[in-house]
C-alpha cells in the first residue's frame, strides 16, 4: 500500500466535483459498476429465505433472478469487485466473516474469518482497481473502530487496518477521486456479548469520517447536529457530492432531519414537512445517490416509506408506502430499484407511478449492491 | 403489475382529506394510548413500591441477618421481579433510556456473565458501594444478580455466601440501584404523558411491544428451554430465573401483566375496527392461558420432567394460539406488522 497518493485537504477534495467523471467509471460499490463494466445489469443482496434459512441472491434489472448461494448466517450488505468477476457479503453485525461470490454463477470461492477480536459490520468496499477491500469492523472488547483491508489478489489476506477514532462504524463507499473513503460512523457502543444492547445513548459521538484510503489518515470528520443521530449510511454521486443518512435515537415525538448533504465543510440537514418526516420512523436504512441525475433515493422499513429528494436542494420530489422496504440502489435510465422484507422489488424514480417489478418468496434484507 | 400510491405535490390535499375522514378513529386511538399511559404507569408504580420494599428488606437482612429476615429478603425480590415481569413488555419510552430494561433484567445470559461479575465483585478488596455498581455494567445491575446472590446453590455453598461483608453490600446496592431505576421509569413515565397521547406512533410501538412480548414468552421463554429450538434438548438453563425457581410464575406474571396492562388498550382498538370479535377471542385465549396457573408455578427444573412435561407442553400450545391471535390476526387488522427489515435496527 506505497502508491502515491495526492495530498488531498477536505478542502481540495470538496472541491474536486466535476472534473472526476473518468474516475467515476472506475470505482466500486455505489456508482453503477454494471453500467460500465460492460456486464449486464445485475444487482445482490442477502436474503431470508422461508424454510428460515439464509441466501445470497443476485437478480437483474426486471427483478428475475439469476442465482442464489446459500450462507450459514444471515447476511447485510456487500461490495461488487470492480472487474466484475466477483461480489463480496459481509455476515450481520456482529459479522464473523464474509463471503466471496463468482458474479456470474454465484458460486462461493472463499469465506474469509474477521481476525481475533474483532467483528465486521455488514460493509465493505473495493480500491477502483479492484485490489483492496475495506471493511468496516469493530475491535468489540475496547470498543474501537476500525477499516480492515484485504488484498484480494492474495486470497483477501489481511494488509492492513485503519483507526477511526470512534465507535461504530457502518456504511462506507469511495469517493470518485479513487482515493477517499466516506464513512458512517454511527456512534453506537455495542458488544457480541451484551446482544445488540446500545451501550452509550448519552453519550455517542457520531460522524461522517473522510479517510485517505491508502495512509488510513482521516482528512475529514463531520457531526450531524444531535449526538443521538446516528450516522449508519452514505452515498456520494458523480460529482463527488457526498451524503449522509441517520437513524435517530432520542424519543419517538421528535422528528429531526434524517438525511444530509456534505457542503461547504459542513453536513447541511434536509428536513421534508411534518408528514414525510413522521414516515421516515426516524430510521434510514440505505441512501443512494444517483449517478445520471441530482436525485437521491432513501428507504425507512420502521415506516415504511421510500423518498426521492433533488440532491443539491433537498427538495422532496416523491414518496411512497412500501412495507418493510430497506434496499436502495440506482438504475441505468435515472430511476431506484426498492427493495422489501416482504419479496418485493419496486422500480422508483422521478417521473412515473412506482412500479412492482417482481414478488419473489425471500426477505430482501437492507442492502442492494 | 400492481401501481403504487404515490404523493407528489398532491401531499398535502391527501393528507387533509384522510383527517376529515379518520377523525373518530383518532379520537379512537388517543383513547386508546389514554388507556395504555394509565396502565403502564400503575404497572411501574407498582414496581417501584415493590423496589423499595426489596431494598428495605435486603438492608434489613444484612444488618441482622435470620432465617426470618432472609425468607424477607428473597419473598420481596420475588415480589419486585414479578412486578417487573408485568411490565416487562413495555419496550420503549423511559425504559429504553440508559438501558434500564437491561438493567432491570439482563437475559438471555449464555456466558454466564451474571456469575462471573459476582464472583469479582465479592472478591473487591475496597468494598462493594453502589457507584461501584452503577459502573459495572448491565449485567450487576438488576433482579438476576440479586437472585444469583440471594439463590445460586454454589455461591451460597461457598465463603462468600450471604450474608458475608461484599456479598451483603453488593445485594444491598443491587436492590438500591434497582429502586432508584424503578423511581425514575415511573416519573419518566409520567411525564411522558402528553407526548405519548399527542404522538401516533406510540399506538403502533405499544402494539409491537405487546406483540414482542408474547413471542418472546413464547419462544425463548418456554420453546427454548424446551428444547424445541437450538440444540433440541431440554435445558432449565435456557430459561429465566431458573436459580430461584420463579421462571414460570414469571411467565403467569407477564401473561398477567399483558392482560392488565396491554390489553384493554387493544381490545378498545379491535371493538372500533373491522373485527371486533376479536377483542372476545383474545380475552377469552388469555383466560385460558391463565388458568394453567397456579398449578403450573413449579420450577421450569421440575415442569421438564417426563411426567410433568405434557402440561407444559399445553400452556406453550395455549401461548401459542394467544400468539397467533395477537400477532397474526388483530396486529393486522389493526395495520401493524414488524418486518424483516424494520426491526433490524441496522
Known sequence: ?369 | MRKFTKLIGAATLALASAAVGANTDLDIDRQARNLWHDAILAGYQSLATNAADFSRAAQNYCESPDQASRRNAEQAWRRAFLAWQKVRFVDFGPVENNNLAWQFQFWPDPKNLIAKKARYLVKSEDGVTQELVAQSGVAVQGFPMAEYLLYDKQMNASDKALPATNTCELLVAVADHIAANSDTLSSEWQSLREHFLDTDQYSDATIKAGMAGLEILEERRLAQPMGMRGNGKRSKYDADAWRSGSSLMAVEASLNGLRTYFLPGLSLLLDNSDKPALSQSIKRQFDEVLEHFPEMRAPMEVMLQDDSFAQLQGLYVDVSQLVVLVTDQAAVELGVARGFNSSDGD
Open chain 1, 1 to 369: 500500500m506505497s502508491d502515491q497518493y495526492p495530498d488531498l485537504s477536505r478542502r481540495a477534495l470538496l472541491k474536486a466535483g466535476a472534473a472526476t467523471s473518468v474516475a467515476a467509471t472506475l470505482t466500486g460499490c455505489s456508482l453503477l459498476p454494471n453500467m460500465n463494466s460492460g456486464h449486464p445489469e445485475q444487482y445482490t443482496a442477502a436474503v431470508a429465505l422461508p424454510d428460515g434459512t439464509f441466501a445470497v441472491e443476485a437478480i437483474n434489472r426486471s427483478g428475475q433472478p439469476v442465482w442464489q448461494s446459500p450462507v450459514e448466517t444471515r447476511c447485510h450488505s456487500g461490495c461488487n469487485r470492480p472487474g466484475g468477476k466477483q461480489v463480496v457479503f459481509f455476515e450481520r453485525r456482529p459479522g464473523w466473516s464474509f463471503c466471496v461470490f463468482d458474479r456470474t454463477s454465484g458460486r462461493r470461492q472463499a469465506r474469509v474469518q474477521a481476525a481475533q477480536g474483532e467483528h465486521f459490520v455488514g460493509h465493505g468496499i473495493f480500491s477502483p482497481d479492484g485490489r483492496w477491500l475495506y471493511a468496516t469492523a469493530s475491535r468489540y472488547e475496547q470498543g474501537e473502530g476500525i477499516i480492515a483491508v484485504y488484498d484480494a489478489e492474495n486470497e483477501f489476506k489481511r494488509s492492513n487496518t485503519y483507526e477511526l477514532a470512534g465507535i461504530g462504524p457502518h456504511e462506507l463507499t469511495i469517493h470518485p477521486d479513487g482515493e477517499t473513503l466516506i464513512i458512517g460512523l454511527g456512534g453506537i457502543l455495542t458488544h457480541p456479548d451484551y446482544d445488540r444492547i446500545k451501550l452509550n445513548l448519552d453519550t455517542m459521538q457520531p460522524a461522517l469520517v473522510l479517510m485517505n484510503r491508502r495512509t488510513g489518515s482521516i482528512v475529514g470528520r463531520f457531526k450531524p447536529s444531535h449526538h443521538q443521530q446516528s450516522t449508519r449510511h452514505v452515498s456520494v454521486n458523480r460529482d463527488g457530492r457526498i451524503y449522509a443518512a441517520y437513524q435517530y435515537q432520542g424519543p419517538l415525538y421528535e422528528n429531526p432531519p434524517l438525511l444530509a448533504r456534505l457542503q461547504d465543510g459542513k453536513l447541511r440537514e434536509i428536513r421534508f414537512d411534518d408528514a414525510t418526516q413522521k414516515g421516515l420512523g426516524n430510521y434510514i436504512s440505505s441512501v443512494a445517490a444517483h449517478p445520471e441525475n441530482d436525485l437521491v433515493a432513501a428507504a425507512s422499513p420502521v415506516g415504511g416509506t421510500a423518498v426521492i429528494f433533488e440532491g443539491s436542494t433537498g427538495k422532496l420530489i416523491s414518496s411512497t408506502a412500501i412495507p418493510d422496504c430497506a434496499g436502495v440502489h440506482a438504475l441505468k435510465g435515472g430511476d431506484f430499484m426498492l427493495s422489501s422484507g416482504r419479496g418485493q422489488l419496486v422500480r422508483f424514480g422521478a417521473k412515473d407511478t412506482p412500479e412492482e417489478l417482481a414478488q419473489l418468496p425471500v426477505q430482501w434484507d437492507h442492502h442492494l449492491v
